[in-house]
């Protein structure tokens, strides 16, 4: 691609999220000129949201790949479909920005790491524990700790989610307080 053809890596964000969207981007300098498309979805199983490495540029060096978030059109707010651009705007800067984590932790890997790290997020469940700390780690090293707390005290007590939805939470993501433990480590900027 030419360098005009290059001048927003983030253009294609839909508008309804735009501003909550460059918000977060806005935390993640080394994403600056990543590409990244940003598009809704009604097939994301078990997530809101989902960022993954664009297939065709899988095997591209790690400059030079794309990627992708998938983001659910609609959220069940309370039982109530509600479209997820109505989230309170801390929670969708902080959902965006988990992704975003994902995106920084992918770009830190080699093709084949990435194609095993594809494998082991699919199969095994230590490893998908361990790929959504690390993404959550890396949105609060960038100073989105606040943002991802929000996120969290949303999912776990605001969202009215399932029992059953709240316990994978629990199991799978940082709790709030180790993300508070994070929080006091990243320097102050």
Request: net charge positive; no cysteine; proline share 5%.
């Amino acid at each position: 691609m030419t360098k005009a053809a290059h001048l927003d890596f983030h253009s294609n964000i839909p508008e309804e999220i735009k501003d909550d969207t460059r918000k977060a981007l806005a935390f993640f300098p080394p994403l600056k000129n990543i590409e990244i498309e940003f598009l809704f979805s009604n097939d994301i199983r078990k997530s809101v949201m989902q960022a993954q490495p664009k297939f065709s540029t899988m095997f591209r060096s790690r400059t030079r790949r794309s990627y992708i978030i998938k983001i659910s059109r609609n959220f069940s707010l309370k039982g109530k479909e509600t479209p997820i651009h109505e989230l309170p705007e801390e929670v969708l800067v902080g959902w965006i920005g988990h992704e975003l984590g994902h995106i920084m932790d992918y770009r830190s890997r080699s093709n084949w790491n990435l194609i095993y790290f594809g494998l082991g997020y699919l199969f095994s469940k230590s490893f998908f524990m361990k790929a959504e700390r690390a993404a959550d780690t890396y949105a609060v090293n960038y100073g989105m700790g606040e943002y991802i707390l929000a996120t969290k005290d949303f999912i776990l007590h605001e969202a009215g989610m399932s029992e059953k939805y709240i316990s994978r939470i629990n199991k799978l993501y940082l709790p709030p307080q180790e993300i508070i433990e994070l929080m006091e480590k990243v320097p102050v900027q």
